[in-house]
């Protein structure tokens, strides 16, 4: 099975701030790679798919890019609705992983 | 409006079954690939099995293998999990999740086992 590792596994910005999580592949999977938020009690949000197309209706302040092994999600002036896990999830074949999620927090 | 509707869960002991079902509405559910994923509570998200198109394929992580069988009705725009032997470690809210790359979510169940 092809496992994802996220980092940081938590972090802590101010609002406006730029931040950046990251998501390593153990092998490589293209670009079939998929980025979801999760607030508590509530079901994961898709943010995106094919590791850079945004999901309709999310802003663009949510940037994924990457391929192959190594991939990112940029979230752009952070707001406090923005606090939330972060996780990724590999999808290019038929047993599809995520990563052990990344929390963000507002300062 | 895109919409999977779960279904099914509670508290069952362990070594007991339970059957989830997942309703789906606003979209052709024949035409898309389907999944169940996990949370185990204050844990991250596990991929339990999916289910293609026609159900001619289905595939599940290790842990459920022999355990737990996906299964879908087009006619009744319906997806299910049958889980039997059921241990303290599945309990978890259900998912279902549309496509290979989850972009359609429910709002979860929640099963718990336990004595």
């Known amino acids: 099975d092809i496992q994802m590792t996220q980092s940081p596994p938590s972090l802590s910005a101010s609002v406006g701030d730029r931040v950046t999580i990251t998501c390593r592949a153990s092998?490589?999977?293209?670009?079939?790679l998929a980025w979801f938020q999760q607030k508590p009690g509530k079901a994961p949000k898709s943010l995106i798919y094919?590791?850079?197309n945004l999901q309709s209706g999310v802003p663009s302040k949510f940037r994924g890019s990457g391929s192959g092994t190594d991939f990112t999600l940029t979230i752009t002036s952070l707001q406090p609705e923005d606090s939330a896990t972060y996780y990724c999830?590999?999808?290019?074949?038929?047993?599809?992983?995520f990563g052990g999620g990344t929390k963000v927090e507002i300062k | 409006e895109v919409q999977l509707v779960e279904s099914g869960g509670g508290l069952v002991h362990p070594g007991g079954s339970m059957r989830l079902s997942c309703a789906a509405s606003?979209?052709?559910?024949?035409?898309?690939?389907m999944s169940w994923i996990r949370q185990a509570p204050g844990k991250g998200l596990e991929w339990v099995a999916n289910?293609?198109?026609?159900?001619?394929?289905?595939y599940y992580v290790d842990s459920v293998k022999g355990r737990f069988s996906i299964s879908r009705d087009n006619a009744e725009n319906s997806l299910y999990l049958q889980m039997n032997s059921l241990r303290a470690d599945d309990t978890a809210v259900y998912y279902c999740?549309?496509?290979?790359?989850?972009?359609?979510w429910g709002q979860g169940t929640l099963v718990t086992v336990s004595s």
């Open positions: 092998q490589g999977i293209d670009n079939y």
């Open positions: 094919g590791a850079s």
């Open positions: 606003g979209f052709t559910f024949s035409r898309f690939w």
């Open positions: 289910i293609k198109e026609d159900g001619s394929e289905k």
């Open positions: 999740a549309r496509d290979f790359y989850f972009g359609t």
């Open positions: 999830q590999q999808y290019k074949y038929y047993s599809p992983t």
